[in-house]
């Protein structure tokens, strides 16, 4: 199989990966709105798994300025979903990046707050875990998609 035959079953199989992110962003959305509501309730959810909920959600990181940190991941993911669903239906590059920007910039607020959870707080929330890695995932997938983009502007140039 040639070069170009492998990226046009890269380019056809993308779809998958834009049903992925649109699954994980729901899949965030639902995670971090589940930790907003409960700060709002004054409610720490219960962590059956592993001890650390508590120390993780009541700390003076899981608020910014008095909003949770959990918010801004809902408005995260929400924004996530619906750039990925505008970029499906009207494949305006401008949305893909925006895609990349953000998760980009979740990913990376994502290893601060794992920094904080592990070597700060020595503590771990299974939550805040879990939304670190859909943030990562997501951000993975941002770049896969990216780089799909790119091959076929270039292929399609050529």
Do not use: W
């Amino acid at each position: 199989m040639n070069s170009n035959n492998k990226l046009m079953q890269f380019q056809n199989n993308s779809r998958y990966f834009i049903f992925a992110a649109l699954i994980l962003s729901i899949i965030g959305f639902l995670d971090a709105s589940y930790l907003a509501a409960e700060h709002y309730l004054g409610k720490i959810p219960p962590c059956s798994l592993i001890a650390g909920c508590e120390t993780v959600l009541t700390s003076k990181y899981s608020a910014i300025y008095g909003i949770p940190v959990a918010l801004g991941g809902a408005v995260y993911y929400f924004a996530a979903f619906i750039l990925i669903f505008l970029y499906k239906e009207m494949e305006q590059k401008i949305l893909l990046r925006l895609f990349f920007l953000f998760s980009a910039l979740a990913f990376f607020a994502s290893l601060g707050f794992v920094y904080i959870q592990l070597f700060i707080l020595k503590a771990i929330c299974i939550y805040c875990m879990a939304s670190a890695a859909t943030s990562t995932l997501l951000f993975l997938l941002s770049c896969i998609m990216q780089n799909i983009k790119k091959s076929s502007s270039v292929d399609e140039a050529r």
